[in-house]
């Protein structure tokens, strides 16, 4: 059936009907959608007791996909430049495959040793950079106190029946309500402050509720490091997190071990030039060092109708605003895929062609809360995609760290300049300070980094020295004549002083011990010595240990020996 498919479409290939891409997309559509149904087929006819069923079914080893290989038939495979050849392998490896198509499968498994060597580089390589970036986030106060939060989805109503949504468990759970949660008739379901648990989900889906609004770290207001109940339950201990706990290390590890996990290749779909969009691990990568993405796709800045043009370099899609402002125009190349036809109406923010977007874009259109969200999500999507279920606060904790400053824009009365990057903390106390006063704040916009631009513009020189470009480092904070606070973990480690993480913290130092009301109480009701007491006889001594023995008439045992 597949076979006279495929013949159809060369056929109409070679009379021109329709182009090679289409040809090659086609063909790869319809074999892929060939070796699933063999692979369906194969697995209905797997008897129970067979053993290679059992373990997979026990899920010791190996999957359907490696069986698939062996009995069914082997699919397609890509040739070294990434692209998928469209003829498949009908063969499988328990009858054997011709000349040809062994052939084409080596290069499968060339290119799979190939990979593996290299990602491992990279994967140790953004597990570094990860860890520097984060290595200061330390839990540093039980509650922040901000009433901020995000929405996060629970569940969906699909056509009246609740559906649980299929990220829950790494997105909502363990985390900590910031606002009641009422159904619809009002009753208080879960009080701010609650830890959600598998309990609590479970009674907030029976209620209907399809959304909550959840502590995060990114809304966090701490000065330095962030809070127990922004962060929330530890997934380590299953506890509320302890004060001093490393949080930050903790994420950039969570993030950067499945690392190697992740496919370093770039599928070019169909081999079309600007639509290889970046997977796996480069695309990791690529979202944490904000950089403008392969395959950039605009986002439209107004609301309004979309008219597109042709022009002689490719087509633009020109919005024209529904207030009547100015037009704005957006150039995108002839093969451009759209998602927007003409004379549709877009809302501020939609993508209008196929691709990744510039998240510096989203930041400056839709504003830092849209662009974490944004961020948060495509990590997740590549991390989901092959099956690394990693839990949405760990990319949040390095994210937080990627929006930690503000460029100034205007000084107003602060000591700020003009142009200079803040901490948004520092920036938002000397605002705070100055409207006190009765004068002009400053005023200024976030700025997104990456991680390796966040760890050396950090305020700690002893740390980014450590990190990378040691030289230029070194000689700009000598020239600055900067002092280094030593609040993260690194500074602390270089010097030899005990980190301020664990026991180590401050508020777990200086502990001084103080009796309880009861040992002071006890101390006070002691007789004292001249009372002639029981306590200190001339029988006894202390409580009472009976009388003590005479040493000159104590035998030794030394008589029989002399």
């Known amino acids: 059936r597949y076979e006279k498919e495929a013949d159809k479409i060369e056929k109409q290939y070679q009379r021109g009907v329709i182009t090679n891409d289409e040809r090659r997309q086609e063909l790869i559509e319809i074999w892929t959608r060939a070796t699933a149904e063999v692979g369906k087929e194969m697995e209905a006819n797997f008897p129970k007791t067979n053993s290679v069923f059992k373990m997979i079914d026990s899920g010791a080893r190996g999957n359907m996909m490696q069986v698939r290989q062996i009995a069914g038939m082997r699919g397609l495979v890509a040739n070294p430049q990434g692209e998928i050849i469209p003829r498949p392998i009908k063969a499988n490896y328990r009858e054997g495959l011709s000349v040809l198509e062994f052939f084409i499968a080596t290069h499968g498994a060339r290119k799979g040793l190939a990979d593996t060597a290299l990602r491992t580089a990279d994967s140790g390589y953004l597990t570094r950079r990860l860890v520097d970036v984060s290595q200061d986030v330390i839990i540093r106060e ?16 699909v056509d009246g029946v609740m559906v649980k949504d299929p990220h829950v468990e790494t997105s909502v759970y363990a985390r900590i309500l910031a606002s009641d949660v009422s159904d619809a008739e009002g009753t208080v379901r879960g009080k701010a402050g609650a830890d959600l648990g598998d309990l609590l989900i479970e009674e907030l889906l029976q209620s209907g509720i399809t959304e909550v609004r959840v502590r995060c770290v990114m809304t966090c207001e701490s000065a330095i490091g962030t809070c127990s109940a922004c962060y929330g339950r530890s997934l380590a201990t299953g506890k509320l997190v302890d004060v001093g706990e490393a949080v930050g290390i903790i994420a950039a590890q969570s993030i950067g071990e499945p690392g190697t996990q992740l496919t370093m290749r770039t599928f070019h779909t169909g081999g079309v030039a600007g639509e290889d969009i970046t997977h796996g ?22 609301e309004g109708r979309i008219r597109i043009e042709d022009t002689d370099k490719g087509r633009d899609l020109i919005v024209v605003p529904d207030d009547g402002s100015e037009e704005v125009a957006y150039q995108v190349t002839r093969r451009a895929r759209l998602l927007v036809a003409d004379g549709d109406h877009v809302t501020i923010g939609q993508q209008l062609q196929v691709g990744s977007v510039n998240p510096h874009e989203v930041l400056r259109i839709m504003g ?37 400053r503000v460029t100034v824009i205007d000084s107003g009365a602060t000591e700020f300049l003009p142009g200079a990057l803040a901490e948004r903390a520092v ?19 976030p700025v997104l980094m990456g991680i390796t631009k966040a760890s050396l513009a950090t305020d700690s020189w002893l740390s980014a020295a450590s990190f990378q470009e040691t030289t230029r480092v070194l000689t700009d904070a000598a020239i600055h004549a900067r002092s280094d606070k030593l609040i993260g973990l690194k500074e602390n480690v270089i010097i030899g002083k005990l980190i301020p993480a664990g026991t180590g913290i401050n508020r777990y130092r200086n502990i001084t011990v103080e009796p309880t009301e009861e040992a002071r109480a006890a101390v006070y009701t002691m007789p004292a010595y001249d009372d002639g007491g029981s306590y200190f006889g001339p029988d006894t001594f202390g409580s009472g240990s009976g009388e003590a023995v005479r040493l000159e008439e104590f035998d030794y045992g030394r008589d029989q020996y002399r």
């Open 368 to 404: 830092p809360r849209e662009v974490q969200r944004h961020l948060v999500r495509e990590v997740q999507e590549v991390y989901r995609s092959q099956g690394v279920s990693i839990h949405d606060k760990h990319i949040e904790v390095i994210i937080r760290q990627m929006l930690k």
């Open 427 to 445: 920036f938002e106390a000397e605002n705070r300070r100055v409207v006190a006063e009765g004068a002009e704040p400053a005023s200024g916009r």
């Open 142 to 157: 039980e509650d922040c106190g901000t009433d901020r939060g995000i929405l996060m989805p629970i569940a969906a109503n």
């Open 281 to 302: 691990l480069p695309r990791v990568q690529e979202l944490f060092e904000a950089r403008i993405p392969k395959g950039n796709a605009p986002i439209s800045e107004v």
